[in-house]
């Protein structure tokens, strides 16, 4: 147990990263306030943690919303040490020609408004306490790249994770750290299309063979609100199993990475010099 005692508001925490990280935090010794959207999905996951979680219902692209539940980790548990920016949907799909803008806008305030709104008000408590605090805002391997997820969602994410580095900027004198995690592809029911589609994309796309799991990115999480990464911030930690450490894969359509082959050697271009190639271990 690194942190006593230590007080998280986590938004979105019903479900998926979202509530696995409830548990994790828990789990070390901590409270949270739990604010969701879903006010059954909510009240169900908070009920067997006891007096160690509050929930509060709270839309996160509300203002009022956002500073009562910050409002409610004060009054109840007495501080606020941390934010977990992670409540989010899939938002606005289709093609850009299509796209409705009251979707596109629905979209950006859920997941940026909402990240913005829980740092000034988690920001806000932290300075006046004196203690500083960690705000960890969940972008998305999609915010770096096409590919991953529908063009709003792709580009709010993009905005959350350089968010964080100018957050990070800010409030860093104030002792308040400011991450990103970005996940890859975790099983939540945000993905919607069950175990078995996800680890058909993952044979496709990941190399690390396993699925990621909710807690595989509260892990993160925890460690990034903790002490321990005391000296971390305006970073963003990618947990997607390799998946775009792996790149574009332009060698698999030039026929395949040689080594996988057996073979190795040196190509030596256009030098006119001959390359080297050799069959199996030395
Ligand atoms: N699952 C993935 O593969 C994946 C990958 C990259 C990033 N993410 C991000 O991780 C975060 C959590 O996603 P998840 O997969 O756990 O999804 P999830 O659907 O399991 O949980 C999201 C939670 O956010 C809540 N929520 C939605 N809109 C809200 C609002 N306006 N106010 C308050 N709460 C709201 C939902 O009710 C739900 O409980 C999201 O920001 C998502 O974009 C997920």
């Known amino acids: 147990m690194t942190d006593v005692q230590r007080v998280t508001l986590v938004t979105g925490g019903a479900s998926g990263i979202g509530l696995a990280t409830v548990r994790r935090l828990v789990a070390d010794g901590g409270k949270v306030v739990l604010a969701d959207y879903n ?80 740092t000034k008000h988690g920001a806000r408590a932290m300075r006046s306490s004196g203690r500083g605090g960690s705000i960890v805002n969940i972008g998305s391997v999609a915010g ?33 750290r400011v991450n990103t995690v970005s996940p890859g592809l975790i099983v939540t029911p945000l993905v919607g299309a069950g175990e078995a589609t996800a680890a058909a994309v993952m044979a496709q796309a990941q190399p690390w063979p396993d699925l990621g799991r909710p807690e595989d990115v509260a892990e993160v999480i925890a460690f990034l609100a903790s002490d321990a990464a005391r000296f971390v911030t305006g970073e963003e930690v990618t947990v997607d199993g390799g998946l775009t450490a792996a790149g574009p894969r332009m060698h698999a359509a030039y026929g395949g990475d040689p080594g996988r082959r057996g073979l190795s050697g040196v190509n030596r271009g256009t030098t006119g010099e001959p390359p080297t190639v050799r069959r199996g271990p030395e």
Request: charged share 20%; with cysteine.
């Open 39 to 118: 006010a059954d999905t909510g009240a169900v996951a908070a009920e067997p943690f006891g007096d160690g979680v509050r929930f509060v219902r709270a839309d996160v692209a509300q203002e009022a919303d956002v500073e009562a539940a910050v409002a409610v980790a004060v009054e109840e548990f007495g501080r606020l040490d941390c934010v977990v920016n992670n409540a989010g949907v899939g938002g606005a799909f289709g093609r850009i020609t299509d796209i409705d803008v009251d979707e596109w806008d629905y979209t950006f305030a859920v997941l940026v408004r909402g990240v913005f709104l829980g």
């Open 144 to 176: 770096s790249s096409a590919g991953a997820g529908p063009q709003a969602y792709s580009a709010a994410k993009a905005a959350v994770i350089n968010f964080g580095r100018v957050a990070a900027a800010e409030l860093g004198p104030d002792r308040i």
